[in-house]
């Protein structure tokens, strides 16, 4: 069995990525990389376990040749808003990062997994609909770290033929780990607030539309797009994958659905509102579809069904 690495396998994608390619493809073939959050008992116990520091080459290349590794999920990152305070470490990590990886795969012949984002996009992007292959000039921190590392992937593919593969992934809705320091969390607090408080104060204005995405559909992804036949590829990198897209008012109605009480009120984070506005409405995930079958599952009504039923049993039992 080919092994597998996942970088940043504590945050909020790696930690729910790692449990199912250890469904997938056997506990002991996936080794979970993290740096500094020590990692859940689930994920400690139930799979080999190593430290990890993307901005740290040679331990990359160490573990690599332990496991015999045969591809590198790279899922370390800062997201939108956190990288903007920390523009530094951003580009550390989410360039710094990537290009170890890819060296590392060069030298090593490993595939890698390279996770890019709608922050990918900018102000000049076309905003409904969004192409897989149009504008891109971001103007975050972090959007600028998710095109270079976008650029970075394909040219490792062209050049020295290192089967890169990617996704552009929109905000990822999930009830395990909590992301943190990204545009799209609000999101994921509302369903939290909800069950708690039945109140919400978002930092999105009514009308913000953004693409979303369910976890089990993104953990999908990843993992169909790795097992793609690599000749149906036109793109490899950056695909653009959504499940569904809405507002403020949106999500909040069809919480109300379930939570009749639930209210929300506004605080507008400005640098949130001006990420957020920067990013595509919506965008066109048809190369996905076409070139490897991409299908999401979840959509509001499911996910959100969903969503209160595992927060609120969590909520009943005192975890949370
Ligand atoms: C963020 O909001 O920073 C991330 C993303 C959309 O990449 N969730």
């Not at 900018?122 to 891109?136: E, R, V, Y």
């Not at 320091?181 to 039945?198: F, R």
Request: charged share 20%; net charge negative; aromatic share 10%.
């Amino acid at each position: 069995m080919k092994k597998i690495l996942v970088i940043g396998a504590v945050g909020q994608i790696g930690s729910e990525l790692t449990m199912r390619l250890r469904q997938v493809y056997g506990a002991a073939n996936v080794v979970a990389g993290y740096r500094k959050t020590e990692p859940s008992k689930e994920l400690a116990e139930s799979g080999p376990l190593e430290r990890v520091d993307a901005t740290d080459a040679a331990r990359i290349a160490e573990i690599v040749k332990k496991y015999k590794i045969y591809t590198i999920y790279n899922m370390a990152a800062l997201l939108s808003a956190v990288a903007e305070g920390n523009p530094v470490m951003a580009w550390n990590v989410g360039v710094g990062g990537v290009f170890n990886c890819l060296e590392v795969a060069r030298e090593n012949g490993c595939a890698v997994f390279f996770p890019s984002s709608i922050g990918a996009f900018g102000p000049t992007t076309p905003l409904d609909n969004t192409p897989q292959d149009t504008i891109q000039r971001p103007n975050t921190m972090y959007g600028v770290t998710k095109v270079t590392g976008e650029l970075l992937s394909d040219y490792y593919f062209k050049k020295f033929g290192v089967d890169t593969r990617g996704l552009r992934y929109p905000g990822i809705i999930s009830n395990v780990t909590l992301p943190g320091g990204g545009t799209t969390d609000y999101a994921v607090e509302i369903y939290y607030a909800a069950i708690k408080e039945k109140k919400f104060t978002c930092p999105l204005p009514a009308g913000t539309f953004l693409d979303m995405m369910y976890m089990p559909d993104a953990l999908d992804a990843a993992i169909a797009l790795m097992e793609a036949d690599p000749a149906r590829l036109k793109h490899r990198n950056a695909f653009n994958v959504t499940a569904m897209s809405f507002d403020p008012e949106i999500i909040a109605g069809e919480i109300k659905k379930h939570i009749p009480g639930f209210v929300m009120s506004y605080d507008i984070d400005p640098m949130k509102k001006a990420i957020a506005d920067s990013w595509p409405n919506s965008m066109d995930d048809s190369c996905a579809r076409e070139e490897w079958g991409w299908d999401p599952k979840w959509n509001l009504e499911t996910m959100t069904a969903d969503m209160l039923k595992v927060i609120g049993e969590k909520h009943a039992k005192g975890l949370i």
